[in-house]
């Protein structure tokens, strides 16, 4: 696994701590009833849940300023609650209803909030690649010092289009970061079947973008590469790339029978790696929190989650009429 650790003695604060507890354990919950709501038939279609690679967008977001863009792959539930899109909207639209993200016409892999600068969602591997150096462009042409945050994973880091990305991203010193969420596997095929490069990071020197690899189970050391990574963009000296290693828990999407991988592996990353039991450690062990204050922001986000589902359950479906709105022809 993954190379970068946080600092020894990092002066991380108790509060900031709280906060990366908070909201990777608001994504983990849920996730983990969108999980619920799929077996009991209240979701249809696909739905690819982020449980186990929290770390890297809740310690990337802790980088981010007003502005700031983000745009990813399907796996997104993860992203939008960490920008802070409201969890009922995004409940809503995995469950089809009206109240979601997309008036129910979207569901889990295309929503969008123009107020959180959140682009997507895309079902296309590799899709968002481009439109990520196009809204680093967009920026640039502005004149302003934001950043685009793209994400993408180990089996789209393999399609051409990223390259030919990476190739103007330099040329026109986009602020772009590519955040490749190596998490080992494409779907079935491990990272090990796919490629000989060492590291996906390392692809990017070939176009004269930095880049390096960062332990995504440690939300500590990604905000410390992300803000490098950041400060880089923001000096107007083009993109860089963060190879965070991860891992999913769960299976690709809900119809995965997960035969390429052992048990014994899964079980192994969740019991020495998980990133929320870290943060957990790092603040009971130094004496910053207690497991009393620990369990009442759990009850408090099992309380938000639930709130979500309720909510979804209660929102209509889009009207029939609705079939004839936000299309082209
Ligand atoms: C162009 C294209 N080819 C194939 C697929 C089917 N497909 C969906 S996800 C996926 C694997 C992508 O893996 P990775 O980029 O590592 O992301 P992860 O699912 O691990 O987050 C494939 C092959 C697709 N959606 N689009
Ligand atoms: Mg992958």
């Not at 609650?81 to 892999?109: F, H, I, P, Q």
Request: proline share 2%; hydrophobic share 35%; with cysteine.
């Amino acid at each position: 696994m993954a190379t970068k650790k946080a600092p020894e003695k990092s002066n991380v604060s108790k509060e900031e701590l709280l906060k990366f507890y908070r909201e990777m354990l608001l994504i983990r919950r849920f996730e983990e009833k969108a999980g619920q709501l799929y077996g009991m038939g209240l979701i249809g279609g696909f739905c690819h849940l982020y449980i186990g690679q929290e770390a890297v967008v809740v310690g990337l977001e802790a980088c981010t300023k007003e502005g700031d863009k983000r745009i990813t792959s399907y796996r997104d539930h993860g992203h939008m609650l960490a920008c802070g899109m409201d969890a009922n909207g995004v409940m809503a639209e995995l469950t089809g209803r009206e109240g979601g993200y997309s008036r129910g016409k979207g569901g889990s892999m295309h929503m969008f909030s123009r107020e959180k600068h959140f682009y997507g969602g895309h079902g296309i591997v590799g899709a968002q690649v481009p439109l990520g150096a196009g809204l680093a462009f967009a920026d640039k042409y502005k004149g302003n010092d934001n950043v685009t945050f793209t994400y993408f994973g180990d089996g789209a880091a393999n399609q051409g289009q990223v390259y030919e990305t990476y190739n103007m991203a330099e040329l026109w010193a986009l602020p772009v970061i590519f955040v490749i969420e190596n998490n080992h596997y494409a779907m079935g095929t491990s990272q090990a079947r796919s490629t000989k490069s060492e590291t996906l990071f390392g692809r990017g020197l070939a176009y004269g973008i930095p880049g390096e690899q960062v332990d995504g189970m440690d939300v500590l050391a990604v905000k410390e590469a992300g803000e490098k990574a950041v400060a880089h963009c923001r000096a107007g000296k083009g993109p860089y790339i963060l190879e965070m290693m991860t891992y999913r828990y769960r299976g690709h999407s809900m119809s995965d029978p997960a035969k390429y991988r052992t048990r014994e592996e899964v079980e192994k990353m969740k019991s020495e790696k998980d990133a929320i039991e870290h943060v957990r450690d790092l603040l009971l062990n130094a004496g910053l929190s207690s497991d009393e204050e620990l369990k009442a922001i759990d009850k408090s986000i099992k309380e938000v989650v639930n709130a979500s589902a309720e909510f979804a359950k209660a929102s209509p479906e889009p009207a029939l009429s609705e079939l004839w709105t936000d299309i082209y022809a």
